[in-house]
């Protein structure tokens, strides 16, 4: 029976492996999907620069622990909420929200589900950054909330949604002051 084999895995095959032309051929799509990427990522910081209100937003998004360029510009993107919503609706927003699994007298884990991916696959990034340093403010609450027996994963999603809610805070803090 003859499999029709995924490119990746393709490439493992020893046959090709040895094949100097499938090789060339590749790494020069390779090269291209880089240079493609590096354009966009300008394209975009130059968007940011341009715009006065993108840029500030930036560097306040920026200036949460654990949140970097990417992550910054990811929530800009995928969040126009951010700063004008609660910090329930942020959390529910970005997945990051603990929703019950109770039925009559019993209690269940609570889940978080729902929301964005994308925001919540940044978040997971930004709080594991976040968690390596314990003598930042959000190390010390990854650091205490292991120390009260939480498992791991929920320490993580528990920073999550506060890097969320406060990187929502600050914003709002901010919009707030430009009114005024």
């Given at each position: 029976?003859?499999?029709r ?6 490439w493992?095959?020893?046959k ?12 020069n ?8 990427i590096a354009?966009?990522?300008?394209e ?6 341009e715009?006065?209100?993108l ?23 995928h969040?126009p909420?951010?700063?004008?919503a609660?910090?329930?609706?942020i ?7 603990p929703h019950?699994?109770?039925s ?19 978040l997971?990034?930004a ?6 340093n ?9 650091k205490r909330l292991?120390?009260?027996g939480?498992k ?12 969320i ?5 600050r914003l ?9």
């Amino acid at each position: 029976m003859n499999e029709r084999k995924c490119p990746i895995l393709i490439w493992n095959d020893y046959k090709i492996r040895n094949n100097k032309l499938l090789k060339r051929s590749i790494k020069n799509i390779l090269r291209a999907l880089d240079k493609e990427i590096a354009t966009m990522d300008d394209e975009i910081a130059t968007l940011i620069k341009e715009n006065k209100e993108l840029k500030e937003a930036h560097k306040i998004i920026s200036s949460v622990d654990g949140i970097g360029n990417v992550v910054a510009v990811t929530l800009l993107a995928h969040m126009p909420e951010l700063g004008k919503a609660t910090r329930r609706q942020i959390a529910s927003l970005s997945g990051c929200a603990p929703h019950p699994k109770d039925s009559g007298k019993m209690h269940g884990y609570r889940r978080m589900r729902g929301g964005r991916h994308q925001i919540r696959r940044c978040l997971f990034i930004a709080a594991l950054s976040a968690s390596r340093n314990h003598k930042k403010p959000l190390g010390a609450f990854y650091k205490r909330l292991i120390e009260q027996g939480k498992k791991p994963m929920i320490a993580i999603g528990a920073l999550m949604r506060k890097i969320i809610v406060i990187a929502n805070a600050r914003l709002r803090d901010y919009y707030s002051l430009q009114l005024s």
